[in-house]
């Protein structure tokens, strides 16, 4: 049988709840950035940083080619309005 863990932690920056879930002792937020499927948050934490950086090095996910973080994206949409 296996189990999913969902954890919360109060964000010390902002009045928002994180998430953390994990799936048979694999953290399954960071798993997902090793693979290249999700990018580390720095506004919230830099947890992920480490992980993301190896996941890019390796061109693994969406650093196989050409990627722009969304946040980044939406800055640059709101220069051009």
Partial sequence: ???AVAT???SAVW???AG?????GVDIGEWMVSQGW???YYLYSYEYSRT???ARSARR?????DFEKPWEW?????KRR
Avoid: S
């Avoid at 996910?61 to 080619?65: D, P, V």
């Fill in 74 to 78: 939406r800055k640059q949409q709101r």
């Fill in 15 to 17: 009045a928002r709840r």
């Fill in 52 to 54: 993301e950086q190896r």
């Fill in 38 to 40: 999700a990018v580390a």
């Fill in 20 to 24: 953390q879930e994990a799936y048979l």
């Fill in 61 to 65: 996910g969406i650093w196989a080619g």
């Fill in 8 to 10: 919360a932690r109060q």
């Fill in 1 to 3: 049988m296996a189990f």
